[in-house]
Nanobody, 124 residues
Framework: QVQLVESGGGLVQAGGSLRLSCATS????????MAWFRQAPGKEREFVAG???????YYADAVKGRFTISRDYAENTVFLQMNSLKPEDTAVYSC??????????????????WGQGTQVTVSS
């Protein structure tokens, strides 16, 4: 049974930083694509960043150059380092994964395991 548990969200001022964590159990992060999505109130869930099982990384244009996705094999955890945060980054951030060595995807419909989400609020 795959379980994803996010942590690290909170309230931060514009220009600040946060690091989100996604602790994974039931699979090893080295063999599965992982991604972060976010959903702001009244908006659709959108892709933020992803990392393939071959370690290729992908970013939404809105976060490119500010966010970095990475993983720690020993901790079986995926991270999202968020710098230069903006009020428009405010959302619930969730991590997701899909099948063994499947390709990475920016579509939320391609992921079948999700964490519960962590709230990120950026004040102006």
């Amino acid at each position: 049974q795959v379980q994803l548990v996010e942590s690290g969200g909170g309230l931060v001022q514009a220009g600040g930083s946060l690091r989100l964590s996604c602790a994974t159990s039931g699979q090893t992060v080295s063999n599965y694509p992982m991604a972060w999505f976010r959903q702001a109130p009244g908006k659709e869930r959108e892709f933020v960043a992803g990392i393939s099982w071959t370690s290729t990384t992908y970013y939404a244009d809105a976060v490119k150059g500010r966010f970095t996705i990475s993983r720690d094999y020993a901790e079986n955890t995926v991270f999202l380092q968020m710098n230069s945060l903006k009020p428009e980054d405010t959302a619930v951030y969730s991590c997701a994964t899909r099948g063994f060595r499947q390709s990475a995807s920016t579509s939320k419909n391609d992921y079948n395991y999700w964490g519960q989400g962590t709230q990120v609020t950026v004040s102006s």
